[in-house]
């Protein structure tokens, strides 16, 4: 296995840690400007004020895009294994 395969699944590697937690964490940031003009329009300043919203929206995101990061791993994982068994290792 030479370094330009090893820099591809690099590369794919952080493709799908980008693919994972992209959304759930745009989404986080998203409510929780969101919430923070809320607090700041209206002088609430409590700690669940932000919390609960971007509780709920993060786990939303996981239920709604949960197949896609799933089918994104699994096909991730299978390449790897792919690599491995050319390169001889099983």
Do not use: C, N, W
């Not at 786990?59 to 197949?67: E, F, I, S």
Request: aromatic residues 6%; proline residues 4%; hydrophobic residues 55%.
């Amino acid at each position: 296995m030479g370094e330009t395969e090893i820099g591809g699944l690099l590369h794919e590697a952080i493709t799908v840690v980008v693919k994972m937690g992209g959304p759930p964490l745009l989404a986080g940031l998203v409510i929780g400007v969101v919430m923070s003009l809320f607090q700041a329009v209206t002088q609430i300043h409590e700690q669940t004020v932000t919390f609960v919203p971007k509780l709920i929206v993060v786990v939303g995101t996981l239920l709604l895009l949960g197949p896609y990061m799933t089918t994104t791993l699994i096909d991730f994982t299978r390449l790897l294994f792919d690599r491995v068994v050319a390169v001889g290792g099983l």
